[in-house]
């Protein structure tokens, strides 16, 4: 379900670090704020479009637009990156940390995520 407020770039930056997860930080890229995870970008806002851009697959891009077009969208300058836009009033919290969760995994060596998930196996559950 959609959250009641838009999303903002302060909201959207406040869920991502509420993830917990290590290796992420506050950049800047091309003159705007970002956050990256093992160094490369992970979530940034189009201020452009007034919308969060995440990373995908281009199939997975193709799938959400033609399911549910109302939240989901890319723009030309986009069309060449496997990028998708999320209209801020549309776009669901839950889909959003699995997309971040997702795309953080798949940024991590190989070697770190195996030790960090023996480690999160390891501790106790809340």
Same mark, same amino acid.
């Given at each position: 379900?959609?959250?009641? #407020?838009?999303?903002?770039?302060?909201?959207?930056?406040?869920?991502?670090? %509420?993830? =917990?997860?290590? =290796? *992420? #930080?506050?950049? @800047?890229? /091309? $003159?705007?704020?970002?956050?990256?995870?093992? $160094?490369?970008?992970? &979530?940034?806002? %189009?201020?452009?479009? =007034?919308?969060? @851009?995440?990373?995908?697959?281009? #199939? +997975?891009? +193709?799938?959400?637009? #033609? &399911?549910?077009?109302?939240?989901?969208?890319?723009?030309?300058?986009?069309?060449?990156?496997?990028?998708?836009?999320?209209?801020?009033?549309? @776009?669901?919290?839950? /889909? *959003? &940390? $699995? =997309?971040?969760?997702? *795309?953080?995994? +798949?940024?991590?060596?190989?070697?770190?995520?195996?030790?960090?998930?023996?480690?999160?196996?390891? %501790?106790?559950?809340?």
């Amino acid at each position: 379900m959609p959250q009641a #407020e838009p999303f903002s770039w302060e909201s959207m930056r406040a869920l991502a670090l %509420s993830l =917990n997860l290590p =290796n *992420v #930080e506050d950049a @800047v890229s /091309w $003159g705007q704020p970002n956050l990256k995870a093992h $160094g490369k970008m992970w &979530v940034w806002w %189009s201020p452009q479009e =007034n919308a969060p @851009v995440f990373k995908t697959t281009f #199939e +997975e891009r +193709e799938f959400l637009i #033609e &399911v549910d077009p109302e939240t989901f969208f890319f723009t030309p300058h986009y069309k060449s990156w496997p990028l998708i836009l999320a209209r801020p009033d549309k @776009v669901d919290p839950d /889909w *959003v &940390v $699995g =997309n971040l969760k997702r *795309v953080w995994r +798949e940024q991590a060596k190989k070697t770190f995520l195996k030790k960090w998930d023996a480690e999160q196996a390891g %501790s106790p559950k809340t």
